[in-house]
């Protein structure tokens, strides 16, 4: 029987280390940051030079996966980390072809990142920002009559609108880089769509100024009263910190950008 080693692989906050066997189920202890998880398979007998593969094995209701709730920044639950304990993958529930799966991930990804962009939900935050902004007032006046924030909301529709175009470009362009191949102007779309998202979250907190600051209920001076929809501004702006780190963070991207699109 052929044997395989597993080796913990930190390529992505995605996966994490489990293994699919073409000649027996595969075994492992370990601990996973997400619940699609991938694996470096390695021959045994092979070359000790030979580069260790990726495999993709699926691994829904599986015995022997543990789930503990990983809470965020903001007080929300929106992922899990599992834990592998002698977990066994039969065969029939590998993904695609055995080694491939690094193929499949980089082109998951393309897409992924291309979707983080996020051209709408910036639209709709932009267009909330100018009704806030013309409603809340601070020394007197609107928050929208300060130049400085109009010109810091100028800044950012003009960065959107930039983004979006080249989004556009990039579906354009998907049939180039030919069928299941990842296109490397998506980690454009990334770093550009994060850093709008988070840039829409710091121009809310602007507006609403001190009521972005937490809600006391014990509080009895009135000095914690606030407008009912403040409520989810400040939690929003540190949910969005993760942005730039999900999806492969943005230093990642540069690098990617560096390499596969400029050619350095």
């Known amino acids: 029987m052929t044997t395989r080693h597993l080796r913990r692989t930190g390529l992505l906050a995605a996966v994490a280390a489990m293994a699919a066997v073409a000649a027996a189920p595969a075994r492992a202890d370990t601990v996973s940051d997400w619940n699609l998880t991938a694996a470096n398979t390695l021959i045994g007998t092979a070359p000790p030079l030979q580069p260790p593969q990726i495999t993709v094995p699926h691994l829904a209701m599986v015995h022997g996966a543990v789930y503990d709730a990983v809470n965020a920044i903001d007080g929300g639950h929106e992922g899990n980390e599992v834990f592998f304990d002698d977990v066994e993958v039969p065969v029939e529930n590998l993904i695609g072809e055995e080694n491939k799966g690094w193929d499949y991930a ?12 996020r051209v709408g939900v ?3 935050r932009l267009r909330r920002i100018k009704d806030l902004a013309s409603k809340v007032e601070q020394n007197g006046k609107p928050v929208i009559e300060d130049q400085g924030f109009r010109e810091k909301l100028a800044a950012c529709e003009i960065e959107l609108k930039a983004l979006e175009l080249t989004q556009l470009r990039v579906v354009a362009d ?13 980690s454009v779309l990334k770093i550009k769509g994060s850093e709008i998202q988070q840039t829409t979250t710091e121009l809310l907190m602007e507006v609403i100024g001190p009521f972005a600051a937490p809600y006391d209920v014990h509080g009895d001076d009135g000095s914690n009263e606030t407008m009912d929809w403040t409520a989810q501004i400040a939690p929003s702006y540190f949910n969005n910190r993760k942005v730039s780190i999900y999806g492969g963070s943005n230093e990642i991207q ?4 560096t390499k596969a699109v400029l050619g350095l």
Do not use: C, D, M, V
């Open 122 to 124: 910036s639209k709709e």
């Open 106 to 117: 980089k082109f998951l990804l393309g897409n992924e990142r291309t979707g983080i962009a």
């Open 254 to 257: 540069r690098n990617i950008i």
């Open 174 to 186: 998907e049939g180039k880089h030919g069928k299941g191949k990842p296109n490397p102007a998506s």
